[in-house]
């Protein structure tokens, strides 16, 4: 059964940090880009960073490039999202997904990904 699961969410103060996980189980994660995304209430779901496979290439959201950081463990089989310098408008439930049929990320088209996990709540509060 092929399956993401994100975890290590949490509440954090502003100008803290936060590092997320993405494990895979039944695909190897490693052949695929994958993707961050986040909601937050009352909004859409928007792409927050995108790790390419072959060459580990990143995309970022301009709200978040400079503090935010993917990473990928294909030994592992998961993807990490390191988050910095976290601002309250960083709150909202964090995904990770499989890029359709690109191993190179392009863009943050939420209906290019799939296999989608639960999500991880992200609050960031004094």
């Known amino acids: 059964q092929v399956q993401l699961v994100e975890s290590g969410g949490g509440l954090v103060k502003p100008g803290g940090s936060l590092g997320l996980s993405c494990a895979a189980s039944?695909?190897?994660?490693?052949?695929?880009?994958i993707g961050w995304f986040r909601q937050a209430p009352g909004k859409e779901r928007e792409g927050v960073s995108c790790i390419s496979t072959r060459d580990g290439t990143t995309d970022y959201a301009e709200s978040v490039n400079g503090r935010f950081t993917s990473s990928r463990d294909n030994a592992k089989n998961t993807v990490y999202l390191q988050m910095n310098n976290l601002k309250p408008e960083d709150t909202a439930v964090y995904y990770c997904a499989v890029l359709r049929g690109s191993q190179y990320c392009s863009g943050f088209d939420p209906s290019e990904y799939e296999y989608w996990g639960q999500g991880t709540q992200v609050t960031v509060s004094s």
């Open positions: 039944g695909f190897r994660l490693g052949y695929f880009a």
